[in-house]
């Protein structure tokens, strides 16, 4: 029996979402820009995607561009709001603790000369919006800061940097990440105080290789590619018509009772927390109160996450670690972010969470982690003593 | 002639063997065959200690080039020009190699220019009545006169054209490919490299079986405090040596079981050297199993703690057979250009554990005595560890990659 524990790093389709992908594979392989019977039936299949994906986060159908995932999203938000306001002002704030498709983004406007201003985080790893208010200029241009973080699970104050954004009257666009958060806590439009957001298919069970972006009526964006003007010329190329139907049977499934999903994984999330620290000696736990229910990230001092990542997979356990096994590699920017305990860092786990995890699965998998952390710290510790 | 590429092939050191130079070269030419068994209808023959390659046209030359070049025991190799100048009249002969050699040059000017030039005679067959100069000066004064855009020069000439007369064909050349030289496989038994996935040990295998050694490898690793993507690694390094060495069979053995036994018995300062002197006993075990005569690693001296004069002879004392170490006096960056040479480097730098850090003793002992070392290892439970980590050992057969 297979116990998955990284959904935050990609999801099993659900059986529907596989039939989806497969029906209209078969059935409406047109192009949607054909102006034949076939591509009308393309076209109309991407226009309930539209609604459909839009509807779930209180949004307009014109709202959405189809995209390839959240990498993509993410370097189109950041790029095109570069390009479209550029002349405008330079500053770019964003967080030491964005996922590597902001960061690496980021930088590459460094280059282009753009002043960019990465926000640390508290020990919680959390934005402070104070810390934010206080970077905040006339000349900033784009905010991008994530809904939640991919490794501690830590949800950011979007909604109070948002207010911040009004009350001082900023000109800046505001794009959020919530590739993490989507399915797992309530993204509305209407009330969330952002401009742009980065969906993904593959973390909610649907297919790899599709997501989409949310763009606020009104938001000034200028595309990545040049091509055959689809997606009203914000995404050129034939739009990913499988995919898409794929995603929207996923938006579907997970829009089924989304209050009971979520309740079951914060249960599992705090069921595994508390077995965590009731049978293994000094853990820390890494994950905020304010976070997404799926993502636990604790600290095993003694260990190195990587091996016992290994000891787990050999009980087919499948966990991630965000933190470095050799030195040659860098940990975790996350982690060094938020100012750890090295030893903790250094022994860290991030288990995440889908509906098909259960409290049975989490008491195996304690049993298997004690198991594995003592013979790693005895390991360790017979061999630090300089015996003799 | 036509539909048909010749190649020369040069055997560097076999040539020199005296009574053994048949066997050696019949080796070489079995060799060369293997490499060349994708292409049908070629042919490998041997002419007065030459190889010839015949292939069809279709083959292309690159293709025949790259693949002979790397055969260890070839010298150089060069694509050529044949002549059938059998039964022919000598002062005849000499016409018909000349038009081969103007043709040649012709193209080679259409292709590249202006050309300044230089031939080169050798006249192996030595009935034929034309000296070597009188034939590099007729047919290099046809080619100044035939060939617009040539102009010889002697010292540094763009192309040295060698036309050289052997009984019955003569041939006409340009470059020469250098091989690696060496012996051919199996002409010295076979042996047992330690491989690590650093950047050494792959250069010692290929050293050794430049010398005529077949390989085959033994890894040691230490699953779950070694990740699956440094035994992909190995992998990754026997596929490349198997490109010199043929398909190379991989032997992998965890050998935690001997670690933790060291961390909970014995002095930390020995646990470099008590692993070692562990591996080099699986090793002759492994060996003797599969007739390997000797053991190769990529011992550099003093490279590293566990690599000092003193350390090797108490690692030596482990092994039940000679331990060959070809990269005992060289310095690291000549290890590393031959690594970049074979094509190992890339691979060997990629930044995985290949010993778990969790064993690396704060102070290793540098300068260990057999003595200390010996009652150290007398704390271990040699039948237990050894049991244990032969219960994970895999044996796979690593062939090179574009030539599945």
Known sequence: ??????????????????????????????????????????????????????????????????????????????????????????????????????????????????????????????????????????????????????????????????????E?????????????SYGKTDLDMRRLPVDIVSLSAHKIHGPKGVGALYVRGGTKLSPLLAGGGQERGFRSGTENVPGIAGFVQAVREQSDHPEERRRHLADVKSYLRERLLEEISDVSIHTPEESIPSILNAGFPGCRGEVLLRMLEQERIYVSTGSACSSKKAGSHVLAAMDLDPASAEGALRFSFAEENSREQMDRVVEVLKTAVDSQRKLRESFGKGRR | MKGEHVYIVRCGETALKG???????????????????????TKVERSDGLLFVRTTDAVRAEDVLRRVSRVFGVDSISPAQEVDIGGTADEQALSMLGDTAVAWMKAAVADRGNLTFKVVSKRADKQFSIQSPDIASRIGGRILRECPGTRVDVHDPDVRLHADVRRGFAYVYEQKISGFGGLPLGTNGKGLVLLSGGIDSPVAAFLMAHRGMLIEAVHFHSYPYTSRQSQEKVRELAGILSVYCGPVRVHSINILPLMEQIAQRCPEEYTTILVRRGMVRLANLIASENDCSMLITGESLGQVASQTAESIVVVDQAADRPVMRPLIAMDKVDIMETARQIGTYETSILPYDDCCSVFLPKRPATKPSLEHVLSAEALLDEEAWMRQALESLETEAIRPRDEL
């Open chain 2, 19 to 41: 009574q053994n130079k048949p066997y050696f070269e019949r080796t070489l030419a079995q060799r060369i065959r293997r490499v060349l068994s994708g292409f049908p209808e």
């Open chain 1, 168 to 180: 001082q009257d900023s000109a800046a666009v505001f794009h959020t990440d919530a590739v993490q």
């Open chain 1, 1 to 166: 029996m297979i116990i998955y524990l990284d959904h935050s790093a990609t999801t099993k389709p659900s059986a529907g979402v596989v039939e989806e992908v497969r029906r209209t594979m078969q059935l409406c392989y047109g192009n949607p820009s054909s102006l034949h019977a076939m591509g009308l039936d393309a076209a109309r299949i991407l226009s309930e995607a539209r609604s459909t994906i839009a509807r779930s986060i209180g949004a307009l159908p014109d709202e959405i561009i189809f995209t390839s995932g959240g990498t993509e999203g993410d370097n189109q938000a950041i790029f095109g709001i570069w390009e479209a306001s550029k002349r405008q002002g330079r500053t770019v704030i964003t967080s030491a603790v964005e996922h590597p498709a902001v960061l690496r983004a980021c930088e590459r406007l460094e280059a282009q000369g753009a002043r960019v201003i990465y926000l640390p985080v508290n020990r919680q790893g959390l934005i402070e919006p104070e810390v934010f208010q206080n970077a905040l200029t006339s000349d900033t241009i784009l905010v991008s800061l994530m809904h939640s973080n991919n490794e501690t699970g830590a949800q950011m104050p979007i909604e109070a940097i948002g207010r911040i954004l009004s």
